[in-house]
């Protein structure tokens, strides 16, 4: 059964930065695509981002592209959101999310089956 955790979350200025973590146990991470979702107070999750099994495909959502890199390290079991340039608009509960390998990526959209449990990051000055 796989599990993901999150990590890396936090309070930060705009414009500075975060890494958020989602780590997986129970399975190996290359056999999943992975999509990372944010949920904002009074707002419905969305999607932000997906990245292929292999890492060789990843999308964005048109309000982080530019800003926000995903990536993947299967030897380590963990996928990664480098954060740059945060907005106070950016400020969510962030979660990652798995769907087998042969569910692909819906341009930044996953229809995922399994999700951590999320990680708050607040951009405030």
């Known amino acids: 059964q796989l599990q993901l955790v999150e990590s890396g979350g936090g309070l930060v200025q705009p414009g500075g930065s975060l890494r958020l973590s989602c780590a997986a146990s129970?399975?190996?991470?290359?056999?999943?695509?992975i999509g990372w979702f944010r949920q904002a107070p009074g707002k419905e999750r969305e999607a932000i981002s997906c990245?292929?099994?292999?890492?060789?495909?990843?999308y964005y959502r048109d309000s982080v592209q530019g800003r926000f890199t995903i990536s993947r390290d299967n030897v380590k079991n963990t996928v990664y959101l480098q954060m740059n340039s945060l907005k106070p608009e950016d400020t969510a509960v962030y979660y990652c999310?798995?769907?087998?390998?042969?569910?692909?990526?819906?341009?930044?959209?996953?229809?995922?089956?399994?999700w951590g449990q999320g990680t708050q990051v607040t951009v405030s000055s």
């Open positions: 129970g399975s190996t991470l290359d056999y999943y695509t």
């Open positions: 999310a798995a769907a087998p390998a042969y569910r692909r990526c819906l341009g930044y959209v996953l229809r995922a089956d399994s």
């Open positions: 990245i292929s099994s292999s890492g060789g495909n990843t």
